[in-house]
């Protein structure tokens, strides 16, 4: 059996004082250079299309948002001090601070729960059966937007699939539904915000501004009256042309949301024990230990 995979699992103070509730003010904005994989699916693809809801922006902040081909990338730029705020998958994570060293990694926020699409899934599925990698099936590493084609082509004979990927017509007519990662692994906090300390330490109250932006607009795509706009942008940031195709979008048919951005700590702390169990990582660690919620929590307040 051949498997293609994104390849997620291969790889891998000074403004503390500035007052809690109020935001921050500096001559020049902090940059922020923020990344992203899947459009519509990550947030970051989204922030800039509701400019008008980020009052901090430009202010306290600039916004620099990067398309990276998968979250392996992304761990490489933050080791070289390229990337601030890494959307990382959950089997990255460990990758990044064990193998990759980058210790001081902290969890800042959610992105989406419950999702699908990794290899670590696959394979914990498939070790459910007695079948094991390298021993009963081989994996082939391919970017999402090929996964259609290789099945098509009988390149390969399962394939992940993430929204909106997932709901693309052609794909449905040539395959069907196998599980999904949550019969796999469980609830999964499945990607997130995550940002080196010592960054956090220097930019902490305009990372409270960006975070507080960000939840403001993650409410406002999460509001069921915002819906027609919610489907025009994701159409437009697709270049496709009917926006009914999104009607998914940000709805109680898409991954899970937390309106706060608070991530599940406790799912993520199950998620990290499973890429141990399925030996990516030596060891496995306490996830709360490597997270800082408290800007996110911050932030939220403010929208009380």
Known sequence: MRLATTGLAAAFAALIAAAPLAPARAADPVKIRLSYVVPIAN?????LEKKDLAKHLDKSYRLEVTRFAGT?????????????????????LPIAIQNAGIGDLRVISDDFQDGSGVDISMRAMLRKSGLEANRDY???????????????EKKVDVVPAVLPFSLDPELRKVAHTLFTSRDAVGISQFTLWSARKS????????????MEDA?????????????????????????????ERFAWAYTDKDYYRDRNLVPNLEALQH??????????????????????????QEAAKRLQ
């Not at 970017?143 to 290789?150: D, H, K, S, Y």
């Not at 109250?205 to 960006?210: N, P, S, W």
Request: neutral net charge; hydrophobic residues 50%.
């Open 43 to 47: 947030l970051a693809s989204m922030l």
């Open 72 to 92: 392996p990338p992304m761990v490489t730029a933050l080791a070289a001090g390229e990337l601030d705020v890494a959307n990382l998958a959950y089997p990255t």
């Open 138 to 152: 081989t994996i082939v590493e391919a970017p999402f937007p090929a996964m259609r084609a290789m099945l098509t």
């Open 199 to 210: 960054f956090i330490d220097r930019n902490r109250a305009a990372l409270v501004d960006f």
């Open 215 to 243: 939840v403001r607009i993650m409410r406002w795509y999460l509001d069921p009256a915002n819906h027609q706009q919610v489907m025009e942008i994701c159409a437009r940031i697709t270049k496709q042309p009917s926006p």
């Open 271 to 296: 998620n990290v024990d499973l890429t141990r169990d399925l030996g990516f990582v030596k060891a496995s660690f306490d996830v709360a230990k490597f997270s800082d919620l408290s800007i996110v």
